[in-house]
């Protein structure tokens, strides 16, 4: 489903957040990417969500090259795609509702529908009690929450998450995690940047390791990552 090929990227200023990193992600693949604050988790998911495009080499979606696209074509690819971010990135003078119905409505999709849809991913994620309340009411776990309930709303074919469980409790993280398993499940490729090792050692997913903007480790399902080899941690 996401193929890389020599990938680099450097921002303006200079700084090389990745250089020539190649891996690949089938379809109905759940895997974790790790590394250092700075390594270059961020700006591997920003390539796939097209928020970015590399400076060099060719990142692929569907086995199309991603950073050849058409700009008309790169809203249908986004709603492909559910990104859940670091900074959560809710509109603070729109309800939690509208925030979640959000992609629906750019979409087309009917009210009735919306409602129904926008019910049951708050509901999934805890929050239908909070529908009508703005952003800035909620909690950092909350606004968190929010931000998974709007990247899962369109029922995308890959998920891409970005330290999603940075502001919650132990407790929530487990069971977030357990919802992008079944997520999984149910034919859904997820792909997550987490530091948390210690989560990910117990699911016991694909990992892999991003160190200095280079590809370090691609460690298959089940093997047991220790984060010690190449001091990630
Ligand atoms: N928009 C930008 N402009 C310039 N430099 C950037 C930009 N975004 C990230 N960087 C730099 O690129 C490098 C990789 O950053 P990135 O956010 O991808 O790392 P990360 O592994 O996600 O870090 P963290 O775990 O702290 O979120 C860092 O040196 C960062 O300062």
């Known amino acids: 489903m996401i193929r890389f090929e020599h990938v680099a990227k450097r921002y303006p200023g200079g700084i090389q957040a990745l250089s020539d990193v190649n891996f690949s992600l089938e379809k109905g693949e759940l895997a974790f990417l790790t590394g250092h604050s700075g390594a270059g988790k961020s700006t591997l998911l920003r390539l796939i969500a097209l928020l970015e495009r590399p400076s060099r080499g060719q990142v692929m979606f569907d086995g199309r090259n991603v950073g050849k696209l058409a700009r008309r074509h790169i809203p249908y690819l986004r709603r492909r795609i559910g990104v859940i971010f670091q900074d959560h ?3 603070s003078d729109k309800k939690v509702f509208d925030n979640v ?11 009735g529908e919306i409602k129904r849809r926008v019910r049951a991913a708050l509901d999934k994620v805890g929050l239908l ?13 909350q606004q968190q929450r929010v931000g998974i309930a709007r990247a899962i709303i369109g029922k995308p074919p890959l998920l891409l998450a970005d330290e999603p469980t940075g502001n919650l ?12 398993l ?15 090792l210690e989560l990910i050692r117990q699911l016991g997913r694909r990992v892999l390791v991003l160190k200095d903007g280079e590809m370090i480790d691609d460690l298959p399902s089940r093997q047991i990552y220790t984060g010690d080899a190449h001091g990630t941690v």
């Not at 009690?129 to 776990?141: C, F």
């Not at 079944?182 to 948390?196: F, K, M, P, R, W």
């Open 101 to 111: 119905a959000l992609p629906l409505m750019i979409a087309g999709v009917s009210y």
């Open 169 to 180: 409790d132990p407790e929530m993280s487990a069971e977030l995690m357990n919802y992008f």
């Open 89 to 91: 990135r809710l509109l």
């Open 129 to 141: 009690e909070k529908e009508n309340m703005y952003p800035p009411m909620l909690s950092g776990g």
């Open 182 to 196: 079944q997520l999984n499940e149910l034919g859904v490729t997820v792909l997550i940047a987490s530091h948390d």
